[in-house]
T-cell receptor
C-alpha cells in the first residue's frame, strides 16, 4: 500500500531534550516536506526536500532541522524543543515540485512542557 | 503572494442536506487547487484537485468543486451530506517554487442527525 508513515504518533517531552520524528514514504517520491498545524493557523511548511541531499527552508523553519540521506526518509529534528513547538506535525510527499499533489502521513502530535 | 481564504470556520448541516464550503484564493495565474479532508485524529486525504480544463471537478466520496476564475473561488459541494462527512476541510493552492501547498485555515463541518 502506498503510504507515508510517521513515528512516533504522539510524543510528550520536556524543553531542551533533543528529539527526532521520522518520516518514510514508499512511493519513490522525489519531493518531501514537513508541515505543522496549529489551531486557527492551518498548515504551514517547515522544511522541504526536492531530492536526496537537497533541502530548503519553508515558511516556519526556526528551531527545526532536517536531513535527506535516502530518498524514502525525511526525518525532522528538534535539537532543543521549546513549548512553542507544541503542535501537530505532518510529513508529506509528492512526485516532484511540479506535482503539488501531496500525500500526507497520519501526523505526530508533539507536546513540549 | 499566494493565499487562501476559507470564510467559514464552522458549519453545521443536517444529514441529507446539501453542502457548500467556500474557498477564495489569491494567485497571479490559473493555479493548481486542492481540497483535503481531515477526519478527527487522522491525516489529510485529498478529495479532489483542479489543474486545468473542465472547471467542475469530481472527487471522492461524492464531492465536487467548481473553479470560477472571475470570482477567484473554488467552492466544494456535496448534494447530500452523510454523518461520516463530519471533519475539517482544507482548501489549498500551489505555493510556487517551494513545491508546497498554501492552505486555508480550514472549515470544520458538523453533521446533525
Amino acid at each position: 500500500e502506498a503510504q507515508v508513515t510517521q513515528n512516533p504518533r504522539y510524543l510528550i517531552t520536556v524543553t531542551g531534550k533533543k528529539l527526532t520524528v521520522t518520516c518514510s514514504q514508499n512511493m519513490n517520491h522525489e519531493y518531501m516536506s514537513w508541515y505543522r498545524q496549529d489551531p486557527g493557523l492551518g498548515l504551514r511548511q517547515i522544511y522541504y526536500s526536492m531530492n536526496v541531499e537537497v533541502t530548503d527552508k519553508g515558511d516556519v523553519p526556526e528551531g527545526y532541522k532536517v536531513s535527506r540521506k535516502e530518498k524514502r526518509n525525511f526525518p525532522l529534528i528538534l535539537e532543543s524543543p521549546s513549548p512553542n513547538q507544541t503542535s501537530l506535525y505532518f510529513c508529506a510527499s509528492s512526485l516532484g515540485t511540479d506535482s503539488y499533489e501531496q500525500y500526507f502521513g497520519p501526523g505526530t502530535r508533539l507536546t513540549v512542557t | 503572494a499566494q493565499s487562501v481564504t476559507q470564510p467559514d470556520i464552522h458549519i453545521t448541516v443536517s444529514e441529507g442536506a446539501s453542502l457548500e464550503l467556500r474557498c477564495n484564493y489569491s494567485y497571479g495565474a490559473t493555479p493548481y487547487l486542492f481540497w483535503y479532508v481531515q477526519s478527527p485524529g487522522q491525516g489529510l486525504q485529498l478529495l479532489l484537485k483542479y489543474f486545468s480544463g473542465d472547471t467542475l471537478v469530481q472527487g471522492i466520496k461524492g464531492f465536487e468543486a467548481e473553479f470560477k476564475r472571475s470570482q477567484s473561488s473554488f467552492n466544494l459541494r456535496k448534494p447530500s451530506v452523510h454523518w461520516s462527512d463530519a471533519a475539517e476541510y482544507f482548501c489549498a493552492v500551489e505555493g510556487g517554487s517551494q513545491g508546497n501547498l498554501i492552505f486555508g485555515k480550514g472549515t470544520k463541518l458538523s453533521v446533525k442527525p
